[in-house]
């Protein structure tokens, strides 16, 4: 059987990974900041109105600091991916100046919407961080130049094996995790944005999507069907990052390695979810019956995933990840989560909660775009 799809790849996959991932960063700021991205209108005498009216005179060291460590680690990420040769000043310069620069503009965006505030304290925040990360940056690409810097083989640098795209998905997979999900390692949830959309093209007598779910069940959902459909969630959750993950590194002690590191991650950030919405006190009140029985089952499939070949893992993925969707949406609602969750899209990390859930989102299908490449012919090339 060919294994053209899992060849080793040249030198240049650890900065193309960087640039993937400093791209991803920068969007994510972007969305961040905007976050929610309605009623556009001009509320200030001009965009850039805010650098004129002086430092805030309410703010706190959290969003400081905040802002400061998010476009340190933007910077950090470009001068890695695009400077990684260029002399330390020259891309300390370029980086910071991006920085600043995609910070004012952002800023300045904030200027036209009714729920962001622009700052000019922010904007000093995240080119100071911007300068910070980039410093770092340059420090690391000047000792990986180092001529006694010992070589390591391609073969060894089990990072650098996958495709830069992979190791996106999965660490937007991870990220997903922390969005408060009634339903373990759930993604892909489009009822909320098709009833928002909804909403605004049919303003009048807008159909109801949550009673299509309603009906289905007949208007209260057994027991059993609900644990059921956990199960299958979790199962095709687990052979999707499993197919994902197999892609990204040779040899059954790593994968292995990988999957574990994995599932260690997601459940904590699931955790970490679960008392945002629950307290301390139900910290694991994820591990229900139907998560455990996909745990169980979706191990055991991971397995026969392993010894597939790329084209059919790749297959593997978008049937799985397609089912996900499908269960995910098709899964009876749940009141009291839904009020509970209420709550905390309105807090003060709602910019960063409507982020995680955009990932969500969007994961599965992008997912199942990049195993239709891995599938098809060209597979055996990096997205």
């Known amino acids: 059987m060919s294994t053209t799809f899992d060849a080793s790849p040249g030198p240049g996959r650890g900065t193309a990974l960087m640039r993937a991932l400093g791209l991803l960063f920068a969007a994510a700021i972007a969305f961040a900041t905007l976050y929610p991205l309605v009623d556009w209108r001009l509320r200030a005498t001009g965009g850039f109105a805010f650098l004129l009216g002086g430092l805030p005179r309410y703010w706190t060291w959290f969003d400081v600091l905040s802002n400061v460590l998010a476009y340190g680690v933007l910077a950090l990420l470009l001068t890695l991916g695009w400077l990684s040769r260029a002399r330390p000043w020259v891309a300390v310069a370029a980086v910071t100046v991006a920085g600043s620069l995609l910070s004012l503009s952002l800023e300045a965006a904030q200027s036209y ?10 904007w000093f ?3 100071f961080g911007s300068a910070g990360g980039a410093w770092l940056g340059a420090t690391l690409n000047r000792a990986a130049q180092r001529p006694d810097r010992p070589a390591v083989p391609v073969r060894e640098r089990w990072y650098e094996q996958g495709p830069p795209m992979g190791w996106v998905l999965l660490l937007m997979w991870l990220s997903a995790q922390l969005v408060p999900q009634r339903l373990l390692f759930a993604t ?55 197919a994902l993950a197999f892609a990204l590194v040779h040899g059954p002690r790593r994968r292995l390695a990988l999957v574990a590191c994995i599932a260690l991650v997601a459940a904590g950030l699931r955790t970490i979810a679960t008392q945002m919405v629950y307290g301390p006190a ?3 009140a994820w591990l229900t019956p139907g998560a455990q ?8 499939l991971l397995y026969g995933l392993e010894t597939l070949g790329p084209r059919w893992r790749a297959v593997a993925g978008i049937v799985t990840a397609a089912a996900g969707v499908v269960l995910v949406n098709l899964a009876p609602e749940d009141r009291y989560f839904e009020t509970m969750v209420a709550g905390m899209q309105a807090g003060p990390l709602s910019n960063l909660h409507g982020l995680l859930r955009a990932v969500s989102f969007v994961w599965p299908m992008l997912a199942i775009v990049w195993f239709w490449r891995r599938a098809g012919r060209a597979g055996a090339r990096s997205l």
């Open 113 to 122: 919407l009714p729920a962001r505030v622009p700052s000019l304290l922010d």
């Open 125 to 127: 925040a995240n080119t």
């Open 188 to 242: 892909g949830h489009v009822e909320p944005a098709a009833q928002r959309l909804l909403d605004r093209v049919w303003p009048v007598d807008t159909p109801d999507l949550s009673m299509l779910t309603g009906r289905l069940w007949g208007g209260v959902a057994p027991t059993g069907y609900g644990v059921a459909i956990e199960a299958g969630v979790v199962v095709c959750a687990a052979c999707t990052v499993g």
């Open 282 to 284: 139900a910290s694991f």
């Open 293 to 300: 029985g996909g745990l169980v089952v979706g191990t055991v």
